[in-house]
C-alpha cells in the first residue's frame, strides 16, 4: 500500500486519550455548511470535517430525523462493530482519486479515504491526520453511530480557538454573512 503519511501507518506524533478496543464519542455541530467537532482531551477546536465527510453526517442525521442536529449530536465510532449505522471500508489514494474524478495529485497527500453506504447511498470520504488522534494507525474499517446529543452534553469546548490548547487540522469555511 501507498506509504503516504497515515496510510494504516503509525503517526507518532500524537497522543490518543482512549483505549484501543474503546469506542468512542465526538459531539459534531454544524457552522456554515461544515460539520465540525471539538474535543478537549485531544486538543481539537472546530476541527472541520470536508472532503466529503460532512456531507456524509448530514445524510445520516436527516436520515434519521435527529432533532436539531446542527446544534449537536453524538457520533460513536470505533475500528470493531458495535450498534452502527454506518461502515466505513480504508480505500486507497488511487480509488479514491478515481471515484472523485480528481488526479492523483490533486488529493491530499496526508490523511486517509474511505467509503461506505450512509442511508442508502454509496459515499466517500477523506479522514484528515487528526484521525491520529483516536487511532494509532489508520483503520481498515470504521463503524460509525449518530444519535441525538444526550441531555445536559454541551457539544461546544468553551476555549479561544487561540487558546495554545487548542489545535486544529482543518477549518470549516465561513460564509462571509457569518463573519463577525
Known sequence: MPSSLGVLGVH????RPFAEDQDMTIYPY???QTWVFDDSSTGLKEEAFVLGASEMIH????AKGIPNAAQGCALSFGD???D???ELSWITPRDAATATGLRLNEIPSEGNWYQGEVADQQMICWLCPALFCYFDQAPKKIFVKAEPLPVGVDPIWHVDSD??????????????????
Not at 445524510?59 to 436527516?62: D, G, H, I, K
Open 163 to 180: 487558546d495554545p490548547r487548542a489545535r486544529r487540522f482543518m477549518s470549516a469555511e465561513r460564509d462571509e454573512r457569518e463573519r463577525p
Open 30 to 32: 454544524l457552522t456554515g
Open 84 to 86: 452502527h449505522d454506518v
Open 12 to 15: 507518532p506524533a500524537f497522543e
Open 80 to 82: 470493531e462493530p458495535f
Open 59 to 62: 445524510r445520516l442525521v436527516s
